[in-house]
């Protein structure tokens, strides 16, 4: 079958950095994407490998595996907006963008 | 604007009745999506066109009709609604068929309660 997995909680202090983490197992693999969702709103996209390696995008940077089938998102001096459910998602043949069950990131003061 | 609309933004109906979602993009893509978001938040595709040819088609009840009558548009019909029905509904648009480094484009969501 096809699955991703994340933590569905992580807990950190303003200032902080954080990790989540993503492990895929996909028929077929065509990038590891990251999306954001704010309770009420829509998922928006952060980020995207298609290689292994560190991608920086501002305080956010995401990193593939491929050969561990594995990937996070960091985020750096967090802030109480970022409060919000991190999804990774995968492509995989066939055009099927598949998503994890989403990690709640909760930012304390 | 340039983004992913759909109405409406909240619906809520009877068991039974049949509703539609509608959703337009503005942005030239050339692939539209729908995904279903149950209470804990999961997201689930449902369909996708690639300028109007239907090319995912997920184990969806056939209660759910989707039509794409351009590459902007893509609407979602729902016939006999159930109580299982009742979800965030998102449409997502992206380019040449997959997520890429733009990644998709969601509009804000229809919140279908089914009573």
């Known amino acids: 079958g096809q699955s991703l997995e994340q933590p569905s909680e992580v807990t950190a202090v303003e200032g902080a950095i954080v990790q989540i983490n993503c492990t895929y197992q996909?028929?077929?693999?065509?990038?590891l994407s990251w999306y954001q969702q704010h309770d009420g709103g829509a998922p928006t996209f952060l980020s995207y490998?298609?290689?292994?390696g560190l991608e920086e995008t501002g305080r956010f940077s995401s990193f593939l595996s491929r050969s561990d089938s594995y990937g996070y998102l960091l985020l750096q001096e967090l802030q109480m907006k970022d409060s919000a459910s991190y999804f990774c998602?995968?492509?995989?043949?066939?055009?099927?963008?598949?998503f994890g069950a989403g990690t709640r990131l909760f930012v304390k003061a | 604007d340039t983004a992913v609309s759909q109405t409406p933004k909240y619906l809520v109906t009877q068991m039974g009745n049949d509703k539609s979602i509608k959703c337009e993009q503005n942005?030239?893509?050339?692939?539209m999506y729908w995904y279903k978001q149950d209470s804990k938040k999961f997201l689930k595709i449902m369909f996708s066109?690639?300028?109007?040819?239907?090319?995912i088609n997920e184990t969806v009840p056939n209660r759910f009709s989707p039509k794409s009558p351009d590459k902007a548009h893509l609407n979602l019909h729902i016939n006999s609604l159930e109580l299982g029905d009742s979800a965030v509904y998102f449409c997502?648009?992206?380019?040449?068929?997959?997520?890429?480094?733009?990644?998709?484009?969601f509009g804000s969501g229809t919140r279908l309660t089914v009573v």
């Open positions: 997502a648009s992206s380019q040449v068929g997959g997520q890429g480094v733009y990644g998709y484009t």
């Open positions: 996909t028929s077929g693999f065509y990038g």
């Open positions: 490998n298609a290689l292994d």
């Open positions: 998602a995968v492509r995989d043949m066939g055009f099927k963008t598949i």
């Open positions: 942005l030239g893509h050339d692939t």
């Open positions: 066109y690639n300028n109007k040819e239907l090319i």
